[in-house]
């Protein structure tokens, strides 16, 4: 694909909690702060603010469809986001765009609603986590027309603010344990937990097993490698930072994660790399193995 092509993309969208489809349009096409300021997701008007527009915009892309479950949702994102076109059914964007992003949370969809798109041979980004189980997760890289076209992570994993340094891992020593932790539920959050882990340490070895503790609101999965354990926990009903403490043989690291914007913003990019490049820009193994500590933790 030329590089200097403008991509047109198709937005599927929305779940319960989940305001990917403003602020992921937002990025690509700028935004009307009136229709915004109704954003039903507060923080996304209030983070998008902060950035200088029309200069935030990731260049050589614009959103151009959108489709939601409900037809009042898909006319507020539209207006919000700047979306010209409004889809009555998925599979009308199949012919008008160029790639999708499938900006849902709720993973029990993902496999029906990204099926049209991998068959007709258009690269899709799903939202985190791409499924709860390996069966969903292997249909749907099955259902590709060529290595690469399914696109999926948390944003997160490329939250600079979360990513150890140099310097901190030489001060640290080896790290053999992690506690991390997230509100809201296991099946949407700890994806977000998990995704900078694993990008962080890609020593820790072997998957070995999940064990699972559920305590009234604290859903915990007890995750072992061969060469490191972690405490991944999601708090429902809990106003907590989302937050990684590593552990290392000299001292300990806490990360904070504080910038949304700019992890969403890489990973979209990131995606568009891996249109143009034709390329796997996550490797197959860790998003399995994602999936794997979903499904073993639920």
């Given amino acids: 694909m030329n590089k200097e092509t403008t991509l047109r993309l198709g937005v599927i969208g929305l779940s319960p909690g989940n305001g990917h489809p403003y602020s992921w349009s937002a990025i690509c096409n700028g935004y009307d702060p009136e229709a915004m300021a109704s954003c039903p997701f507060p923080v996304i008007p209030l983070y998008l603010a902060e950035q200088s527009w029309p200069e935030a915009r990731i260049p050589g892309v614009e959103v151009t469809h959108i489709w939601t479950q409900d037809q009042e949702i898909t006319e507020d994102v539209a207006r919000a986001s700047r979306i010209p076109n409004r889809c009555q059914s998925l599979e009308e964007m199949i012919g008008q765009v160029d790639a999708v992003l499938l900006a849902r949370d709720d993973a029990e969809q993902h496999r029906a609603m990204s099926e049209p798109f991998l068959k007709a041979g258009l690269p899709v980004f799903i939202d985190k986590p791409l499924a709860l189980s390996q069966a969903d997760a292997h249909a749907m890289l099955g259902y590709q027309t060529y290595d690469g076209q399914l696109f999926s992570c948390s944003s997160l994993k490329f939250a600079q603010e979360l990513l150890l340094t140099e310097a901190e891992r030489a001060e640290m020593g080896e790290i053999y344990y992690v506690e991390a932790q997230t509100p809201k539920y296991w099946d949407t959050y700890a994806v977000h937990l998990l995704d900078p882990l ?9 998957l070995v097993g ?25 708090y429902s009903g809990y106003t907590v930072p989302l937050q990684f403490t590593y552990f290392g043989e000299h001292k300990s690291v806490t990360k ?3 910038d949304s914007f700019q992890a969403f913003k890489t990973s979209i990019q990131v995606f568009l790399q891996g249109i143009r490049e034709r390329s796997i820009k996550i490797p197959r193994e860790e998003t399995l193995e994602i999936v794997s500590i979903l499904e073993q933790g639920r």
């Fill in 198 to 206: 694993i990008s962080n340490i890609p020593n820790r070895g072997k």
């Fill in 210 to 234: 999940v064990r699972k503790e559920v305590i009234g609101k604290v859903h915990v999965g007890q995750v072992e490698w061969t060469n490191l354990r972690a405490r991944i926990a999601t």
């Fill in 256 to 258: 904070v994660f504080s």
